[in-house]
């Protein structure tokens, strides 16, 4: 309370006449201006053939998707498991009539001379092998995020795509996406002023958002090469469960971080543009409700980051349903990212009432400081200037995935640099690990750039 029983709320209420801004809003559709959303062919010269790696969840996606862009033909398929050859094929024929091999070995793809690159799906721990091997047999690659399961693997990544000049690009899709680039427009423009924090959170409460997916019924080693799955990570006996749920599992992905948090971080460091990992971070979580089947991650967590000129906070759980929400916040304004959408609410960072400090004092100091602060800042009738909110949709059926892969295919016919190429890949992924080793260590993670190492 302040002098005679006048609260802050009070003083604010009564001081509430002084000058201030109205505020106004519109709203604007974007456009998108990509040939993947045009009809016009490709002349037979400038298709490009890829083969596809990996069909299942993610890949049967990326390959719909991609085999509906003009110009570009899945040429062959590849996957562990026999009954995704089926699937693939099932999938290029319902939209083109025909039908292309399969095989379990996807160096089959790389030796093939018909494939100009590679578009790549499958769980974390193979990432690396398959991109430096596409690079080193000249094929260009594009890989799901994020790019890596191990901190060395990003650097062999780089080495392997620059020593053999490919176009290497990481599939985490906001960094093609017009919400995104609006947003990155504002913050260089200076709309919202100094960007500060970062906050982004999202949440899923259902089995299949929390990765217990249902292995399929007639998985056996008889159909799936079970020992080449498993790869470079710890050997165990036939598990369809891990074969379907690898996400949880430290031996073959990274939980939250990889499957979600490198989607905030790739966004995140689009808009700002980051050109380095995080210098530190710090995780909390737990493993509360999906533990039925054995798996290591955590399915909350929270993550605080460490960036040069900004801090960010991000938040994931599996245990309650919670739309995205992105929020950038400003010296000078807010940028709100929802769905298909985002706005702006601007802020002059100014007084609009005399300063509710003031009611700490005496009653005729207060009075002659308010009389004082009115008249200085009182503006005449009509003269106050809006503060303007704007919101900003993507267009009806706009889809991040064609456009990110429209991307990747234009890079390998036209040989511009891919918009996610393996540097930007690896500092978000590197950010990815730096949560996982702060949560499994609960201890602060610290990036260490000369040692290329995380350490406490």
Same mark, same amino acid.
């Given at each position: ?19 201030g801004a109205a505020l106004i ?66 999938? !290029? ?37 398959? !991109? ?24 062999? !990544? ?32 200076g709309a919202i002023g100094d ?262």
């Open positions: 309370m302040g002098n005679d029983g006048i609260s802050r709320r009070d003083f604010m209420r009564k001081t509430s006449t002084a000058a809003g519109k709203s604007v559709l974007l456009e998108t201006g990509n040939l993947a959303a045009s009809p016009r062919p490709v002349p037979p010269s400038d298709t490009v053939r890829f083969g596809m790696v990996g069909i299942g969840m993610q890949g049967s996606g990326l390959l719909g998707t991609s085999i509906r862009l003009p110009g570009v033909e899945c040429v062959a398929a590849c996957d562990l498991y026999d009954g995704r050859h089926t699937l693939a094929n099932a999938i !290029i024929q319902r939209a083109t009539g025909k039908t292309v091999p399969t095989t379990r070995q996807y160096h089959e793809l790389l030796e093939n001379k018909d494939i100009d690159c590679i578009v790549a799906a499958v769980p974390d721990h193979w990432h690396e092998r398959i !991109i430096v091997d596409a690079c080193n047999a000249g094929k260009d690659i594009y890989c799901e995020k994020p790019m890596t399961h191990e901190v060395k693997e990003g650097f062999l !990544i780089i080495e392997a795509a620059n020593k053999n000049k490919r176009i290497v690009q990481i599939g985490s899709q906001r960094r093609s996406s017009i919400i995104y680039a609006k947003a990155k427009e504002l913050i260089d423009s960007v500060r924090l970062i906050e982004d959170t999202s949440g899923r409460n259902t089995p299949c958002g929390a990765w217990v997916y249902p292995p399929p019924p007639d998985l056996s080693t008889k159909n799936l090469d079970w020992e080449t799955w498993q790869g470079s990570a710890p050997k165990h006996s036939f598990s369809p469960i891990r074969f379907a749920r690898w996400r949880g599992f430290r031996d073959y992905g990274e939980g939250i971080p990889g499957d979600l948090y490198v989607h905030l971080l790739t966004g995140i460091h689009y808009i700002m543009g980051v050109t380095a990992p995080p210098e530190r971070a710090f995780s909390v979580g737990g493993l509360f409700q999906w533990k039925d089947d054995g798996r290591d991650y955590p399915d909350q967590m929270t993550t605080v980051y460490d960036y040069p000129s900004f801090r960010c906070m991000l938040r994931v759980t599996l245990d309650n349903e919670e739309g995205e929400v992105v929020r950038i916040l400003g010296t000078r304004g807010t940028i709100e990212i929802r769905g298909e959408g985002l706005s702006v609410s601007p802020q002059d960072g100014k007084d609009h009432s005399p300063c509710y400090y003031a009611a700490s004092y005496p009653p005729k100091l207060y009075a002659e400081y308010v009389k004082e602060w009115e008249a200085e800042h009182r503006l005449m009738p009509g003269t106050a200037k809006p503060i303007e909110a704007t919101s900003f949709h993507a267009p009806p059926g706009y889809n991040e995935d064609a456009e990110h892969l429209w991307n990747f295919f234009q890079s390998v016919r036209t040989r511009r640099p891919s918009v996610e190429d393996p540097v930007f890949g690896n500092n978000t992924a590197l950010g990815c690990h730096l949560a996982n080793y702060s949560y499994f260590n609960n201890s602060l993670a610290i990036w260490d750039a000369a040692a290329r190492a995380i350490k406490a």
